[in-house]
C-alpha cells in the first residue's frame, strides 16, 4: 500500500487552498466568534439571553444528530437519550463537586456530561448499529423508550417525575464569575457552542467523516473497500453520544434541573424537526434548524394554543415539498445566482406566493376556528389568532376560510406547475453559461 | 397460582391477538412498500376515537363496523395523497412523512376529543361476566375481543393463502419488484394494502377502546411496542409477527400478575450495595418492569438474534 502510494505523483493531493481562501474560511469561524461576543450587547434583555442560550444548546444538539442522519444516514429516533443522560451526569456532577468542595469550575462541567453521552453511546450503540435503515431507527426508538422507563423506575438516580436540581453557583469560582447571571450562562454556552461546531466540523473533514458519507450512500461498496460499515457507524454514533452529552449539560445547568424530560420522545422528535427542517445536507442545515425551531417553538406558543400542530404541519410540509430543508431550497439557488438567471425565475414566486399564502391562511382560520369550539366551547366566540381578533361564531368565518383553503389550493397547484417550468428555464439557461449545477 | 396462570394467559393471548391485528398491517405494509408506518399506531387511536364518537351516535355495532371503514378511507388517501408523492424521495422521507404525520393526528385528537380519557363504554349486551374461573370474573367483552380478532386473523390467512389478492400480498412479500413487473397495479395495491392494514389497526382500536383508556397518548404508548413487535418477529415477516405478538403479550401480562423483586428472592442477603443507589434495582418489582420488558427483549433478540425471530431479510 504504501508503495503504492509513494509512485503516485504529488499533483494528485489537492494544492493547498490560496491565502485569500483561507482567509475566507478562518474568518467565518473569527465572524461567528466576535457575533457571538457582540450578540448580548444588542440584545440585553434577559429574555433574549434566555432564548440565545437556548439555541446555542439546540445548535449542538442538532449538528450532533446529524452526524448521524445528514453524515451517516442513520435515522434515530431515541437521540435524546444520550442528551438526557449527558444532563443528569451533569446534574449530579454539579452537586458532587459542591458537596466535596472539587476545584473543577463550571465551565468543565459540560465535559462530564459528553463523557456520559460518550459511555452510553459507547454501551447502547454497538447493538444498535449493526442493522441500518428502517431497523436501526426502530431500534434506536425501542433503546429510547428502554431508557426512559428505565429512568422512571431509578428514582433515586433520576429523582421520579420531579427530577434532580442543583445550584450551578455553589462551584469552584474562576475569575469572581458566578455563573449566576444568565448573561454568564450566555457567554459558557457560546463558547461551549463555538468549541463543539468547531469540532463537529473538523470532524466532517477527517477520514472518518468521508468514511460516514461512504457508509451513508453505499455500504456495500464499503465492505469492499476493506471498511466494516458496523464500525464506522458506531465511531459516528459514539461521537453522535458525546456532543449530544455536551448539550444535555449545558441544557442541565441552563435550567439547573434534570428531570425525564431530557430523555423522552418528545426531546428526540424536536431534534430530529429541528436538524430535518434546517437540512441535513448541509453543515450548516442543522444550525438554521435549530435558530429556526427554537424561535418557532418560544414565538409560536405565544401565539396560538395549537402551535404543535402547526409544528407537526410545517415538519410534513417540508418532508413532502422540500426534502433539503431550508438550507437545500436556498441552496438550490447558487446555480442561479452564479449564472445570473435567478430573475427570472422571481417573477413566478411572486404569482405563486399569493394564492399559497390564501391556503395558509384558510387553513389556519379553520384550525383556530374548530380550536374555539372544541377545546374552549364555553368563551367568548371573539378570539384571536396570531393577534388578529375574529368572531368564531360568524357564519361567514367558515366559508372566508373554506373559499381560501380551497380557491387558494387550487389556484396554487396551477402556479406551482408554472415555478417549475420557469425554474427548468433558468436552470437551462444557467447551464447554457456554463454554471455546474 | 393456577388461577393466575390461567387467566393471565387468556389475557395475555388477548393481548398478544389485538397487537398482532396492528402488527400485521404494519408487516404487509413494510414488506411491499418498504416503509415502517410509524402512524400505525395512530390510526388504531383514530380507530377507537373514531368508534367513540360513532358508538355514541349510532352505536357500538355501526362503529364496529364504519370506523375501521373510516379509518382505512383516511389510510388510503394518506397513501394515495401522502406517500406516494413523498416516496421519490426515499425511504428516510416516508418514515419522517409518518413520523409527521402521527404527530400531527396526536395533536388533531386532542384538539377535538381533549387531553383526558373519554368515556367509551363496553356495550350493555356484553357488559356480563362470561365465566367464573375459580374467583375471578372474566368479562364477555374481553372473550368477544378475541374472538373478533381470532375471526380476522382466520379471515387474513384465508385472504392470503386462498385469493388472488392473497397471492400478490404475498409474492409482494418476498419480491415487491418482480410484483410490479409483472404488470399489476401496483400503485393500487399499494393503496389497498395500505387501506386494509390501517382499518386493521382500527378495528383493534375500536374493540380495545372500551376495554383498555381511549386517550390521546394512546399511540403515543403502544406505538414503540409495536415496533418492537416488528422488529423481534422479523422485519417483513408474517409468521414472525405473530409469534413475537404472542410472545410479548404473555410476557407483559405475566409480569404485571408477578410480584417478585430482587430484595424479596434474596431478601435476607441483605448485601450492603442495596442500601446504596441500587436499592431501587433491589426493590423494584417485577410488575414494575413490565412496561420495559418489550424493549429488554428488544436488546436481547438484537444481541443474539439481529435479523429478529424468522427475519431474512436486511431491510
Given at each position: 500500500?504504501?508503495?503504492?502510494?509513494?509512485?503516485?505523483?504529488?499533483?494528485?493531493?489537492?494544492?493547498?487552498?490560496?491565502?485569500?481562501?483561507?482567509?475566507?474560511?478562518?474568518?467565518i469561524w473569527?465572524?461567528a466568534?466576535?457575533?457571538?461576543?457582540?450578540?448580548?450587547?444588542?440584545?440585553?434583555?434577559?429574555?433574549?439571553?434566555?432564548?440565545?442560550?437556548?439555541i446555542g444548546i439546540s445548535i449542538i444538539f442538532s449538528l450532533s444528530y446529524n452526524i448521524l442522519l445528514g453524515q451517516t444516514g442513520m435515522l434515530s429516533f431515541g437521540h435524546a437519550v444520550y442528551y438526557?443522560?449527558?444532563?443528569?451526569?451533569?446534574?449530579?456532577?454539579?452537586?458532587?463537586?459542591?458537596?466535596?468542595?472539587?476545584?473543577?469550575?463550571?465551565?468543565?462541567?459540560?465535559?462530564?456530561?459528553g463523557?456520559?453521552g460518550l459511555?452510553?453511546a459507547?454501551?447502547?450503540g454497538?447493538?444498535s448499529t449493526?442493522r441500518s435503515g428502517t431497523a436501526f431507527a426502530m431500534i434506536s426508538l425501542?433503546v429510547a423508550?428502554?431508557?426512559?422507563?428505565?429512568?422512571?423506575?431509578?428514582?433515586?438516580?433520576?429523582?421520579?417525575?420531579?427530577?434532580?436540581?442543583?445550584?450551578?453557583?455553589?462551584?469552584?469560582?474562576?475569575?469572581?464569575?458566578?455563573?449566576?447571571?444568565?448573561?454568564?450562562?450566555?457567554?459558557?454556552?457560546?463558547?461551549?457552542t463555538l468549541i463543539a461546531v468547531i469540532a463537529m466540523y473538523a470532524l466532517t473533514r477527517t477520514p472518518l467523516g468521508r468514511m460516514c458519507n461512504a457508509v451513508r450512500d453505499n455500504p456495500e461498496r464499503v465492505?469492499?473497500?476493506?471498511y466494516?460499515p458496523h464500525i464506522i457507524r458506531y465511531i459516528a454514533f459514539c461521537f453522535s453520544g458525546l456532543f449530544a452529552g455536551i448539550a444535555g449539560?449545558?441544557?442541565?445547568?441552563?435550567?439547573?434541573?434534570?428531570?425525564?424530560?431530557?430523555?423522552?420522545?418528545?426531546q428526540s422528535g424536536t431534534v430530529l424537526f429541528a436538524t430535518y427542517i434546517g437540512g441535513v445536507g448541509f453543515f450548516i442545515g442543522p444550525i438554521v434548524g435549530a435558530i429556526f425551531v427554537t424561535?418557532l417553538?418560544?414565538?409560536?406558543?405565544?401565539?396560538?394554543?395549537?402551535?404543535?400542530?402547526?409544528?407537526?404541519?410545517i415538519f410534513i410540509a417540508v418532508v413532502m415539498f422540500a426534502p433539503g430543508g431550508i438550507t437545500g431550497l436556498l441552496m438550490m439557488h447558487r446555480?442561479?445566482?452564479?449564472?445570473?438567471?435567478?430573475?427570472?425565475?422571481?417573477?413566478?414566486?411572486?404569482?405563486?406566493?399569493?394564492?399559497?399564502?390564501?391556503?395558509?391562511?384558510?387553513?389556519?382560520?379553520?384550525?383556530?376556528?374548530?380550536?374555539?369550539?372544541?377545546?374552549?366551547?364555553?368563551?367568548?366566540?371573539?378570539?384571536?389568532?396570531?393577534?388578529?381578533?375574529?368572531?368564531?361564531?360568524?357564519?361567514?368565518?367558515?366559508?372566508?376560510?373554506?373559499?381560501?383553503?380551497?380557491?387558494?389550493?387550487?389556484?396554487?397547484?396551477?402556479?406551482?406547475?408554472?415555478?417549475?417550468?420557469?425554474?427548468?428555464?433558468?436552470?437551462?439557461?444557467?447551464?447554457?453559461?456554463?454554471?455546474?449545477? | 397460582?393456577?388461577?393466575?396462570?390461567?387467566?393471565?394467559?387468556?389475557?395475555?393471548?388477548?393481548?398478544?391477538?389485538?397487537?398482532?391485528?396492528?402488527?400485521?398491517?404494519?408487516?404487509?405494509?413494510?414488506?411491499?412498500?418498504?416503509v415502517l408506518?410509524f402512524?400505525?399506531?395512530?390510526?388504531?387511536?383514530?380507530?377507537?376515537?373514531?368508534?367513540?364518537?360513532?358508538?355514541?351516535?349510532?352505536?357500538?355495532?355501526?362503529?364496529?363496523?364504519?370506523?375501521?371503514?373510516?379509518?382505512?378511507?383516511?389510510?388510503?388517501?394518506?397513501?394515495?395523497?401522502?406517500?406516494?408523492?413523498v416516496?421519490k424521495n426515499g425511504h428516510v422521507a416516508e418514515l419522517l412523512f409518518t413520523f409527521g404525520?402521527?404527530?400531527?393526528?396526536?395533536?388533531?385528537?386532542?384538539?377535538?376529543?381533549?387531553?383526558?380519557?373519554?368515556?367509551?363504554?363496553?356495550?350493555?349486551?356484553?357488559?356480563?361476566?362470561?365465566?367464573?374461573?375459580?374467583?375471578?370474573?372474566?368479562?364477555?367483552?374481553?372473550?368477544?375481543?378475541?374472538?373478533?380478532?381470532?375471526?380476522?386473523?382466520?379471515?387474513?390467512?384465508?385472504?392470503?393463502?386462498?385469493?388472488?389478492?392473497?397471492?400478490?400480498?404475498?409474492?409482494?412479500?418476498?419480491?415487491?419488484?418482480?410484483?410490479?413487473?409483472?404488470?399489476?397495479?401496483?400503485?393500487?395495491?399499494?393503496?389497498?394494502?395500505?387501506?386494509?392494514?390501517?382499518?386493521?389497526?382500527?378495528?383493534?382500536?375500536?374493540?380495545?377502546?372500551?376495554?383498555?383508556?381511549?386517550?390521546?397518548?394512546?399511540?403515543?404508548?403502544?406505538?414503540?411496542?409495536?415496533?418492537?413487535?416488528?422488529?423481534?418477529?422479523?422485519?417483513?415477516?408474517?409468521?414472525?409477527?405473530?409469534?413475537?405478538?404472542?410472545?410479548?403479550?404473555?410476557?407483559?401480562?405475566?409480569?404485571?400478575?408477578?410480584?417478585?423483586?430482587?430484595?424479596?428472592?434474596?431478601?435476607?442477603?441483605?448485601?450492603?450495595?442495596?442500601?446504596?443507589?441500587?436499592?431501587?434495582?433491589?426493590?423494584?418489582?417485577?410488575?414494575?418492569?413490565?412496561?420495559?420488558?418489550?424493549?429488554?427483549?428488544?436488546?436481547?433478540?438484537?444481541?443474539?438474534?439481529?435479523?429478529?425471530?424468522?427475519?431474512?431479510?436486511?431491510t
Amino acid at each position: 500500500m504504501s508503495d503504492a502510494t509513494a509512485k503516485i505523483p504529488a499533483t494528485i493531493a489537492p494544492p493547498r487552498p490560496a491565502a485569500s481562501d483561507r482567509l475566507k474560511f478562518y474568518g467565518i469561524w473569527i465572524g461567528a466568534a466576535l457575533a457571538l461576543l457582540v450578540l448580548p450587547k444588542l440584545f440585553s434583555s434577559g429574555g433574549s439571553l434566555t432564548t440565545f442560550s437556548l439555541i446555542g444548546i439546540s445548535i449542538i444538539f442538532s449538528l450532533s444528530y446529524n452526524i448521524l442522519l445528514g453524515q451517516t444516514g442513520m435515522l434515530s429516533f431515541g437521540h435524546a437519550v444520550y442528551y438526557g443522560l449527558g444532563g443528569f451526569l451533569a446534574i449530579h456532577a454539579i452537586n458532587i463537586i459542591a458537596k466535596n468542595k472539587f476545584a473543577i469550575p463550571l465551565p468543565l462541567v459540560p465535559l462530564v456530561g459528553g463523557a456520559a453521552g460518550l459511555v452510553f453511546a459507547m454501551l447502547l450503540g454497538w447493538v444498535s448499529t449493526r442493522r441500518s435503515g428502517t431497523a436501526f431507527a426502530m431500534i434506536s426508538l425501542g433503546v429510547a423508550e428502554l431508557v426512559a422507563s428505565s429512568a422512571l423506575i431509578l428514582r433515586t438516580f433520576f429523582g421520579g417525575e420531579a427530577g434532580v436540581s442543583a445550584n450551578r453557583t455553589k462551584v469552584l469560582r474562576l475569575f469572581d464569575w458566578s455563573f449566576g447571571p444568565q448573561i454568564q450562562i450566555y457567554y459558557l454556552v457560546a463558547a461551549w457552542t463555538l468549541i463543539a461546531v468547531i469540532a463537529m466540523y473538523a470532524l466532517t473533514r477527517t477520514p472518518l467523516g468521508r468514511m460516514c458519507n461512504a457508509v451513508r450512500d453505499n455500504p456495500e461498496r464499503v465492505q469492499f473497500v476493506g471498511y466494516d460499515p458496523h464500525i464506522i457507524r458506531y465511531i459516528a454514533f459514539c461521537f453522535s453520544g458525546l456532543f449530544a452529552g455536551i448539550a444535555g449539560a449545558l441544557a442541565a445547568i441552563n435550567f439547573e434541573i434534570a428531570n425525564s424530560a431530557y430523555l423522552g420522545a418528545v426531546q428526540s422528535g424536536t431534534v430530529l424537526f429541528a436538524t430535518y427542517i434546517g437540512g441535513v445536507g448541509f453543515f450548516i442545515g442543522p444550525i438554521v434548524g435549530a435558530i429556526f425551531v427554537t424561535l418557532l417553538s418560544l414565538g409560536l406558543s405565544d401565539l396560538t394554543q395549537v402551535w404543535q400542530l402547526y409544528f407537526g404541519l410545517i415538519f410534513i410540509a417540508v418532508v413532502m415539498f422540500a426534502p433539503g430543508g431550508i438550507t437545500g431550497l436556498l441552496m438550490m439557488h447558487r446555480p442561479l445566482l452564479k449564472g445570473g438567471t435567478l430573475s427570472r425565475v422571481l417573477p413566478s414566486y411572486l404569482v405563486a406566493f399569493v394564492p399559497t399564502l390564501a391556503m395558509i391562511t384558510g387553513l389556519m382560520l379553520a384550525i383556530e376556528t374548530t380550536v374555539h369550539f372544541t377545546v374552549n366551547p364555553g368563551e367568548d366566540s371573539h378570539i384571536k389568532a396570531f393577534g388578529i381578533p375574529f368572531d368564531a361564531a360568524n357564519p361567514a368565518i367558515w366559508a372566508v376560510a373554506a373559499v381560501l383553503l380551497i380557491g387558494g389550493f387550487l389556484i396554487a397547484r396551477k402556479t406551482w406547475a408554472r415555478v417549475a417550468g420557469s425554474w427548468d428555464d433558468a436552470l437551462t439557461a444557467a447551464r447554457e453559461k456554463g454554471v455546474a449545477a | 397460582m393456577l388461577e393466575l396462570i390461567v387467566i393471565s394467559t387468556l389475557n395475555g393471548v388477548l393481548y398478544g391477538m389485538l397487537l398482532f391485528l396492528m402488527a400485521s398491517g404494519l408487516t404487509v405494509i413494510f414488506s411491499m412498500l418498504g416503509v415502517l408506518n410509524f402512524a400505525h399506531a395512530s390510526f388504531y387511536m383514530l380507530g377507537a376515537f373514531f368508534g367513540f364518537q360513532i358508538s355514541r351516535w349510532f352505536g357500538f355495532w355501526p362503529a364496529l363496523i364504519l370506523a375501521p371503514l373510516l379509518a382505512g378511507a383516511l389510510g388510503a388517501a394518506v397513501e394515495r395523497y401522502g406517500l406516494r408523492h413523498v416516496h421519490k424521495n426515499g425511504h428516510v422521507a416516508e418514515l419522517l412523512f409518518t413520523f409527521g404525520l402521527a404527530f400531527a393526528i396526536e395533536e388533531i385528537v386532542q384538539i377535538i376529543w381533549g387531553k383526558s380519557p373519554v368515556d367509551f363504554r363496553v356495550p350493555p349486551l356484553l357488559d356480563f361476566p362470561a365465566f367464573t374461573l375459580f374467583s375471578t370474573n372474566y368479562p364477555a367483552f374481553k372473550i368477544f375481543m378475541l374472538v373478533v380478532s381470532i375471526v380476522i386473523f382466520i379471515g387474513l390467512l384465508v385472504v392470503l393463502k386462498r385469493t388472488r389478492i392473497g397471492l400478490i400480498v404475498q409474492a409482494a412479500l418476498t419480491h415487491p419488484h418482480m410484483v410490479g413487473h409483472l404488470g399489476h397495479n401496483v400503485g393500487r395495491i399499494f393503496m389497498l394494502v395500505f387501506g386494509v392494514g390501517t382499518a386493521l389497526a382500527a378495528v383493534a382500536g375500536v374493540i380495545a377502546g372500551p376495554a383498555l383508556v381511549t386517550q390521546s397518548n394512546m399511540a403515543g404508548l403502544l406505538g414503540p411496542i409495536l415496533f418492537v413487535v416488528v422488529v423481534v418477529g422479523g422485519l417483513g415477516s408474517l409468521p414472525g409477527a405473530f409469534i413475537a405478538s404472542l410472545l410479548i403479550g404473555l410476557v407483559q401480562t405475566f409480569a404485571v400478575s408477578m410480584n417478585g423483586s430482587l430484595a424479596g428472592a434474596f431478601g435476607p442477603l441483605s448485601p450492603d450495595y442495596a442500601a446504596t443507589w441500587l436499592s431501587d434495582i433491589w426493590n423494584v418489582t417485577v410488575a414494575q418492569i413490565a412496561p420495559i420488558m418489550p424493549y429488554l427483549l428488544l436488546v436481547l433478540i438484537l444481541i443474539f438474534r439481529p435479523m429478529g425471530l424468522l427475519g431474512t431479510r436486511d431491510t
